[in-house]
């Protein structure tokens, strides 16, 4: 994929008629909102819809991702939280469509995650894909949760083209190129041949993305971190954050049945959430089936207070765990890599209280 060269095509948009399989486009080169826009999503794992300004009490002081260039009321997500756990011998696989390499230090590895994956579509050589990602994560240093956005085979369930990935981490590579938004976890794949992909899709128009641009968005909904924990050296230079809104714009380089599939992972454990907010142009609730989590309003005064109350009893375990850092995202502050380590390896055994009690609440807003 890395010798691939692409052109773009500027073309009037067509209609589209969808079913189970969209309607073979009438034109080649057609921009292929119109086409996604009438997409069924499927979720596996934990996924739903959100406002931009989504807050979950009246005193609103959870984090906004903001309003996506789509423009769309409400957007998707795909999160880490209350994510589906592996489980081969039971026929449970992974969310991921990566095989990858464990941390050579660490040992840690990928563990739960969620995605949501479209019913197909045919499009043909030429055809533009535009989409929006947004990456939010609690995480970092050697818990390298990461996000995916694909283009597939419907035949073969061969990836077409990488739409976008990202990866949480400890501090930018100060190159000048993007920091959390690039494809060096494709290089941690354990066939080598696949080792050799390349995020395909141009983002942002080339510019390179910069740390985490939206800055700390750490009490989100989707996230379920009432503390607004920060697992990060440095805060400020670290992926807790979102990248806010990147464009994708993918052109089809082959005619072909495809469909899109959109994922997060956590890695090394399953506390610290990451998550995926996605949008396209044409985006409704009616697109997406159960069960999926629905946060477009505020939640009522009474139930934001029983959830405040459920936090203060079980938060104190949350905030004395080594490393765990404040609300306004202060760093853990790690002597040395020593002390990182050891505090990186003690979080596997943190309590997982307060997870089942925002699993609850999870459930009351689905049930909504």
Not at 5 to 22: D, N, P, Q
Not at 67 to 86: H, K, L, M, Y
Not at 256 to 265: A, I, K, Q
Request: overall charge negative; glycine content about 10%.
């Amino acid at each position: 994929m890395s010798s691939r060269v692409r052109s773009f095509v500027a073309v009037v948009l067509t209609g589209f008629s969808t079913g189970l399989i969209a309607g073979v486009p009438e034109a080649a080169g057609a921009p292929l909102e119109s086409v996604v826009a009438e997409l069924q999503w499927s979720p596996t794992g934990s996924a739903g819809l959100i406002t931009g300004d989504y807050q979950s009490s009246a005193e609103g002081t959870d984090s906004e991702i903001g309003e996506s260039p789509s423009g769309s009321a409400r957007v998707g997500f795909v999160t880490t939280f209350d994510g589906i756990s592996p489980d081969p011998e039971n026929g449970v696989p992974s969310p991921s469509p990566l095989v990858l390499f464990p941390d050579p230090d660490s040992l840690f590895e990928q563990t739960n995650g969620s995605k949501t994956t479209s019913t197909s579509f045919a499009g043909q050589a030429g055809d533009v894909l535009t989409l929006y990602f947004n990456y939010v994560s609690t995480d970092g240093l050697l818990y390298r949760d990461y996000a995916w956005a694909r283009l597939v085979e419907s035949g073969t369930d061969a990836t077409a083209a990488w739409l976008f990935i990202a990866q949480s981490g400890n501090a930018p590579d100060g190159d000048g190129t993007s920091d959390y938004v690039h494809d060096k976890v494709l290089k941690l794949q354990i066939d080598p041949i696949l080792a050799d992909q390349d995020q395909d899709a141009v983002l942002n128009g080339g510019r390179p993305i910069v740390g985490m641009p939206a800055g700390s968005i750490n009490v989100w909904a989707p996230l379920q971190e009432p503390d607004g924990q920060c697992w990060a050296k440095d805060p400020q230079t670290s992926s807790c954050g979102a990248t806010g809104w990147v464009e994708s714009v993918y052109e089809l380089e082959a005619g072909g049945t495809y469909h899109l599939e959109f994922g997060v992972m956590n890695w090394g454990d399953e506390n610290y959430q990451s998550a995926l907010a996605f949008d396209f142009d044409g985006l409704a609730p009616g697109q997406f089936l159960p069960p999926i989590t629905v946060y477009d309003v505020p939640e009522p005064r009474s139930a934001a207070a029983l959830f405040a109350a459920v936090v203060g009893l079980t938060g104190l375990a949350q905030r004395r765990k080594p490393g765990a850092a404040a609300l306004q995202g202060t760093s853990p502050g790690f002597e040395d890599d020593d002390a990182m380590r050891a505090a990186s390896i003690s979080r596997s055994s943190a309590s997982i209280r307060t997870r089942s009690l925002c699993r609850a609440r999870v459930a009351a807003n689905r049930s909504s």
